[in-house]
């Protein structure tokens, strides 16, 4: 079983980018906390947290919208 598996992680988010006005679907590994900067390792992102998007060398700020959680 993976880890993230065992702490109920949520593997994906819907998140909101303000500069284009668009949402996406990513995977919570792609993102990070905006104030901690910390990966969400040991809970999940919940619904209108602000986040930094990796992807590659770009980095791109976010809202989570929403996780696939139950």
Known sequence: M???NLTK???LCLVYFSVDKT???VET???RSKETGKVFSEFGPEA???VVVKSGSKTLEAMVIATDSK
């Open 23 to 25: 949402t996406c679907v």
């Open 2 to 4: 993976a880890f993230r």
């Open 29 to 31: 590994k792609k993102i």
């Open 9 to 11: 992680i949520p593997k």
């Open 48 to 50: 209108k947290d602000l």
